[in-house]
């Protein structure tokens, strides 16, 4: 699975699982949230100058998958947060 950070204090980075087509939020608060994304919208989230921004556009139109439905290990994965300049 591919990472990026997002810099922002309430969410830590996101992932993309490519099998179930799905991107994984994790949030500072150890919440996740999976979202329907394709690859392509994912990789435009990648080299947006602004993550945060572009992570809201796109999730804010957007209904999330139900828990059962999280990838495996999903919920294991924590990354400092760097602070917002």
């Not at 994984?24 to 949230?33: K, L, Q, S």
């Not at 999976?34 to 392509?40: A, D, G, P």
């Not at 945060?52 to 947060?81: H, L, N, W």
Request: with cysteine; charged share 30%; hydrophobic share 30%.
């Amino acid at each position: 699975m591919n990472e990026i950070p997002i810099e922002s204090k309430q969410i830590g980075f996101v992932e993309y699982d490519r099998e179930r087509s799905c991107m994984i939020a994790h949030f500072t608060t150890g919440e996740v949230r999976i979202y329907s994304v394709s690859w392509e919208e994912y990789s435009v989230l990648g080299s947006s100058a602004n993550k945060y921004d572009c992570f809201v556009r796109m999730t804010s139109s957007r209904s999330q998958r139900q828990p059962a439905e999280q990838p495996a290990g999903a919920e294991r994965k924590q990354m400092p947060i760097r602070q917002r300049r």
